[in-house]
């Protein structure tokens, strides 16, 4: 038994479950007046074996001063002679073997649980960008920590999101997709792809209308495919675009104090005169508000850069005159790239002059 699990708002109950790893303990009986918790092992447990077990308390709603000693009291019940431990128990007469040994001890445990001292609150809420390009895409990073358990149901609201979606319309469904590379809208028909190329006006149209969502721990959904499109409406969540709000659902519990993150695109239309707040807050599965609206550390479209090169090189792997040379661009720019027809970017290689390909072309 171990006394002092107070206070609690967890109701008491007769098959309060215990988690454990060697199967030792299932279930036990939660007295939820007394503080008490009394469980029973279903296996043995040798000398100066060391086992743990888990439980889930529920704090009460308002700030605990009471300083409560937690113990534990062990009852051990045992016959007088035990048949695995003594063959010679079985000469013994039945009457012997029926008798019951209790042993009782008591210790207190270390540490304190159930002092209640702060209210809910994130302790990470933080947005980033890859981009402060005006007119172009970046990915935003929302990184978020909370002090509690976070529900499935759950509902995420961030505001004061300084961009547009990519369609520059509301999205009542979210998607989700594998990796993050797949955030951006990729999609083309060039010579090199030949005739299985299959970026049709109605693909296009599905990626341009959809707001796709990245996190790699799943807590908002499973991303699905249909061949390399992400299948639309695996996060359930929105995204208006006049105020430019961003709201999602949890599916998964996410346990206390720990670190997640989610990552979406939008196109940075505002300058930097136009100042804008991101704000987040979180409400339970019936809208009650879990964390009120606090400002997120960091902003996101508020740069004044230009388009540009932020790193360009080119190289070839001979100088030798009339032989063919194998020549590499290596680029990077200050914004992403994407292959999407009229969204893409296309690149001019110029100054190559008196050089042909292996063709003949000039």
């Known amino acids: 038994m171990i006394e002092g699990l107070r206070p609690t708002a967890t109701p008491s109950s007769t098959k309060f479950p215990?988690?454990?790893?060697?199967?030792?303990?299932?279930?036990?009986?939660?007295?939820?007046?007394?503080?008490?918790?009394?469980?029973?092992?279903?296996?043995d447990a040798a000398a100066n074996q060391v086992f743990s077990v888990t439980f889930v308390l529920i704090h009460v709603s308002k700030v605990s001063t009471t300083q409560q000693t937690h113990s534990m009291r062990c009852?051990?019940?045992?016959?007088?002679?035990?048949?695995?431990?003594?063959?010679?128990?079985?000469?013994l007469p039945q009457a012997t073997l029926g008798r019951i040994q209790n042993f009782t001890f008591q210790t207190n445990l270390t540490g304190s649980i159930l002092r209640v001292s702060e209210s809910k609150k994130l302790r990470v809420h933080a947005i980033s960008e890859v981009s402060q390009v005006v007119n172009t895409l970046t990915i935003v990073t929302i990184d978020l920590q909370a002090n509690f358990g976070m529900l499935a149901g759950y509902r995420v609201h961030i505001s004061g999101l300084a961009g547009s979606s990519l369609s520059?319309?509301?999205?009542?469904?979210?998607?989700?997709?594998?990796?993050?590379?797949?955030?951006?809208?990729?999609?083309s028909c060039t010579t090199f792809e030949g005739v299985n190329c299959d970026c049709t006006a109605t693909r296009r149209s599905t990626i341009i209308d959809q707001f796709r969502i990245w996190q790699p721990d799943g807590f908002l959904g499973d991303p699905e495919m249909d061949g390399d499109l992400p299948v639309t409406e695996t996060v359930k969540g929105t995204w208006t675009q006049s105020s430019g709000?961003?709201?999602?659902?949890?599916?998964?519990?996410?346990?206390?104090?720990?670190?997640?993150?989610?990552?979406f695109m939008v196109v940075c239309k505002r300058s930097a005169l136009e100042i804008s707040v991101p704000l987040i807050s979180v409400v339970d599965q019936a809208g009650n508000p879990v964390i009120n609206q606090v400002m997120m550390n960091g902003t996101i479209c508020q740069g004044a850069k230009s388009p540009d090169f932020t790193g360009v090189f080119i190289?070839?792997?001979?100088?030798?005159?009339?032989?063919?040379?194998?020549?590499?661009?290596?680029?990077?720019?200050?914004?992403?790239?994407?292959?999407?027809?009229?969204?893409g970017a296309k690149l001019t290689i110029s100054g190559l002059n008196g050089f042909q390909t292996s063709s003949g072309l000039r």
Do not use: Y
Request: charged content about 20%.
């Open 18 to 43: 215990i988690h454990n790893k060697q199967g030792i303990v299932r279930t036990g009986a939660f007295d939820s007046q007394l503080g008490n918790l009394l469980f029973s092992l279903e296996q």
């Open 245 to 263: 709000t961003l709201d999602v659902t949890l599916k998964a519990i996410i346990a206390v104090e720990s670190a997640w993150k989610f990552s």
């Open 315 to 343: 190289e070839e792997d001979s100088n030798v005159l009339s032989a063919q040379s194998n020549i590499t661009l290596s680029v990077s720019l200050a914004s992403p790239l994407v292959s999407l027809m009229g969204v």
């Open 75 to 91: 009852v051990v019940r045992t016959p007088v002679c035990i048949l695995e431990e003594n063959p010679l128990c079985a000469r």
């Open 168 to 187: 520059g319309k509301d999205a009542k469904v979210l998607t989700a997709v594998q990796d993050r590379i797949r955030l951006l809208p990729n999609c």
